[in-house]
Each structure stands twice: as C-alpha cells, then as structure tokens.
C-alpha cells in the first residue's frame, strides 16, 4: 500500500500510452458503480481522440505519472493549453489505489505545471453529479463555471463530451486561479 508520500510524480513516456488507457479504463469502473456505463470501443472517434491527445501531451512533456516506489504507475494527469489557459484534459487513479491521495498529488502537480508554463489558471471539465468527480475539484479549490464564460475551445471540449459521453447534461467546466 503506497502512501502519498512514497508516490513519485515524474512525466510520462510516450511508450506508457498503453498504460494510460488501462488505467483510465480501470479508474472507469468506479463510474460504473454509479450507473455511469462508458463503453467505446477503442475505434471509437471519441477514444481515438482523447487517446492522440494523451500521446501528444506525453511528447510535449504535459502528462505525468504518479507511481510507486516498486516504480509501478498507479495514475495520470495530461494537459493541454485550451482559450490561452492550462487545461486538465484526464486524470485517472487505479481503482485499487483510490482514496489514498494519489488523485489530489496529481492535481497539486498539474496546478503547479499550469503555474510554471505561465497559465494564470486550470481548467477542467467533469461530471457535475458524481461525489468523486465536481466535490473533488471543489474542495481543491475549483468552481464550476457557466458555460457562457468559458472560451471556445473549452465549449468545443463540453460539446464533444456532451455528444459522446453519458448524462451529457452532467458535463460541466471548472477552473481555479494557479
């Protein structure tokens, strides 16, 4: 059992891609628990979408592994710029190393990429009624914002979401100040 001060934070490699989508999809079960049931196939345009954005943070230096002294990754976050401004595209924890702090390390982390590069905020988009999804972020500090004052990019972003994703109407935009 790893604790968050034995979690090792460093970017991810471009050959870790693999690794990213199982752990996302195994940090999906969580939604499934819920009721929330994404399913698509890994041909789907939306998954082949997320998954050339993961890669091309990873070879831009924007995605980052949390992973444990044995060196296994246990979860990720990958950002992208979106509207001039740092955006939290995923951040995915292993189920079974949920609750452990490992989820809140990742998002201290990608604030503190978001500050460095010079963005004066970070955004993210989530689910709005799921407790592990919009409470998390608002007890890090992030707000929901209506979607009338979010550029276009991030629009485009909860559009895309809203067309593939379950509960479409849950999807909302977050930010805090970094």
């Known amino acids: 059992m790893v604790g968050p001060s034995a979690l090792i934070i460093r970017p991810a490699l471009e050959s870790e891609l693999g690794e990213l989508i199982a752990i996302d999809d195994d940090a999906g079960s969580l ?21 050339a954005r993961w890669l091309r943070a990873a070879e831009l230096g924007r995605a980052f592994v949390a992973a444990d002294e044995s060196a296994q990754v246990l979860g990720f ?55 592990f999804n919009r409470d998390f972020y608002e007890r890090h500090g992030y707000r929901v914002v209506p979607e009338a004052n979010c550029g276009p990019e991030i629009r485009h972003h909860l559009e895309e979401q809203r067309r593939y994703l379950p509960a479409p109407e849950q999807r909302v935009a977050m930010w805090r100040a970094v």
């Open 77 to 131: 976050a990958t950002l992208e710029e979106l509207d001039g401004a740092a955006y939290l595209d995923q951040l995915a924890v292993r189920a079974r190393a949920m609750r452990r702090g490992i989820g809140a390390r990742l998002l201290t982390h990608a604030a503190e990429w978001a500050h460095a590069a010079g963005s004066p905020t970070l955004w993210l988009t989530t689910y709005a009624h799921l407790p």
């Open 31 to 51: 939604y499934a628990e819920h009721g929330l049931h994404i399913e698509l196939a890994p041909d789907h345009v939306f998954a082949q979408a997320e998954r």
